[in-house]
T-cell receptor, first 113, second 117 residues
Framework: GDSVTQMEGPVTLSEEAFLTINCTYTATGYPSLFWYVQYPGEGLQLLLKATKADDKGSNKGFEATYRKETTSFHLEKGSVQVSDSAVYFCALRTTDSWGKLQFGAGTQVVVTP | GAVVSQHPSWVICKSGTSVKIECRSLDFQATTMFWYRQFPKQSLMLMATSNEGSKATYEQGVEKDKFLINHASLTLSTLTVTSAHPEDSSFYIC?????????????FGPGTRLTVT
């Protein structure tokens, strides 16, 4: 079945450091790929998405490129801030009629001043 | 736009009682709503897919008689945890989609924390 694997956390960084969170997937067909962010005590918010191969999603300084050849969708940000501390989830949307989301395990990111 | 609310945001109940959680789409009509469960420091697990006016579709391993889902209108879905036990304690999250096909984006509610004592 479809699955998403992302790097384990927590990832601890200093402010202004470069962030990468690896995400790979297994899926039949051509799923859409997403990154969601969950701040402490809150629900999930869509951070960015890509719907086809070689698409690059970007938002708030974060970027991720849909790589079909490596089945990856790694999240990157060039200079993190303390406010980026959160849990980040990689997800794929299945190609069935309901478009269910399959989530990775989540990666906690802690940015220190 | 596309705001989803949940009520209550947290609830404590005694073992053996039932608890109802509401999920509302505030500014759009949601043909499909999803219910997830999230354990501490873990990912979201899809419990069921709920379509307005029809029975919910449960994921494998989810007890439909224990987790009753009702999608009575295009803006409201409810999850009732029946005869709750401490192992049902978790963070329950709903999401809603604007359309009725797989290409529609899901908008998430803020979640409901259930503690069963």
């Amino acid at each position: 079945g479809d699955s998403v694997t992302q790097m384990e956390g927590p990832v601890t960084l200093s402010e202004e450091a470069f962030l990468t969170i690896n995400c790979t997937y297994t899926a039949t067909g051509y799923p859409s790929l997403f990154w969601y962010v969950q701040y402490p005590g809150e629900g999930l918010q869509l951070l960015l998405k890509a719907t086809k191969a070689d698409d690059k999603g970007s938002n708030k300084g974060f970027e991720a490129t849909y790589r079909k050849e490596t089945t990856s969708f790694h999240l990157e940000k060039g200079s993190v801030q303390v406010s980026d501390s959160a849990v980040y989830f990689c997800a794929l949307r299945t190609t069935d009629s309901w478009g269910k989301l399959q989530f990775g395990a989540g990666t906690q990111v802690v940015v220190t001043p | 736009g596309a705001v989803v609310s949940q009520h209550p945001s947290w609830v404590i109940c005694k073992s053996g009682t039932s608890v109802k959680i509401e999920c509302r789409s505030l500014d759009f009509q949601a043909t499909t709503m999803f219910w997830y469960r999230q354990f501490p420091k873990q990912s979201l697990m899809l419990m069921a897919t709920s379509n307005e006016g029809s029975k919910a579709t449960y994921e494998q391993g989810v007890e439909k008689d224990k987790f009753l889902i009702n999608h009575a209108s295009l803006t409201l879905s409810t999850l009732t945890v029946t005869s709750a036990h401490p192992e049902d304690s978790s963070f329950y999250i709903c999401s809603a989609t604007l359309g009725n096909r797989g290409g529609s984006e899901q908008y998430f509610g803020p979640g409901t924390r259930l503690t069963v004592t």
